[in-house]
């Protein structure tokens, strides 16, 4: 069965440094998105992107986040100077045309110290 | 007032009992309501979905949505120690683009 994947599971890293995570949606889908989940808390809308651009944003997606769409396989949060509350597990989803149901890939945990 | 609200928990049942989990929220546009479930430092799995109002089915889980009443249920039949997990309820709108969660409802399935 085809699935989300995420890399790295973790990371952890010094703040003000730049992060990267990865995502590889399932192959025929066609809209992303990237979740975050606080330890403890709810899970929260960032961002959406369909045909290599934004469709959504949350007030949390400031300057310091962007995505991308480098190749036909891969979607990227960059994280441009990390700060102690971007600590939390980072959730990319990918729908297919139906923009019915979105699947989880299994996060990446960052830790920023 | 929060989009979606759920009831965290925990909750304990004895194998084999049925369980009734709920949200509601407060914006009427939403059309499309899941149900996941979360084990511990784990990604969302999705369960089941429903479009607009009605039940669905599958298997020993059963989903409700009563769209009148802003109430969304996900009830789990004969429940096993291996259900033990957070369930997310998440729904979204026409566009299909944010998906908003409630806060997850903490299951323990007592063998």
């Known amino acids: 069965e085809p699935e989300v994947t995420q890399t790295p599971s973790h990371q952890v890293t010094q703040m003000g440094q730049e992060v990267i995570l990865r995502c590889v949606p399932i192959?025929?889908?066609?809209?992303f998105y990237w979740y975050r989940q606080i330890l403890g808390q709810k899970v929260e809308f960032l961002v959406s992107?369909?045909?290599?651009?934004?469709?959504?944003k949350s007030e949390i997606f400031d300057d310091q986040f962007s995505v991308e769409r480098p190749d036909g396989s891969n979607f990227t949060l960059k994280i441009r100077s990390t700060k102690l509350e971007d600590s939390a597990m980072y959730f990319c989803?990918?729908?297919?045309?139906?923009?019915?149901?979105?699947?989880f890939g299994p996060g990446t945990r960052l830790l920023v110290l | 007032q929060k989009e979606v609200e759920q009831d965290p928990g925990p909750l304990s049942v004895p194998e084999g009992a049925i369980v009734s989990l709920n949200c509601t929220y407060s914006?009427?546009?939403?059309?499309?309501f899941m149900w996941y479930r979360q084990y511990s430092r784990k990604g969302p799995e999705l369960l089941m979905y429903?479009?607009?109002?009605g039940n669905k089915e599958d298997g020993r889980f059963t989903a409700q949505v009563d769209k009148s009443s802003k109430y969304i249920s996900l009830f789990i039949r004969d429940s096993q120690p291996s259900d033990s997990a957070t369930y997310l309820c998440?729904?979204?709108?026409?566009?299909?683009?944010?998906?908003?969660f409630g806060t997850g409802t903490s299951l323990t399935v007592i063998p």
């Open positions: 989803a990918s729908t297919g045309t139906d923009q019915e149901t979105q699947y």
């Open positions: 192959s025929n889908h066609l809209y």
């Open positions: 992107f369909y045909n290599n651009e934004i469709s959504e």
């Open positions: 914006n009427s546009a939403f059309q499309y």
């Open positions: 429903t479009y607009s109002s």
């Open positions: 998440a729904m979204g709108g026409s566009s299909g683009n944010q998906f908003y």
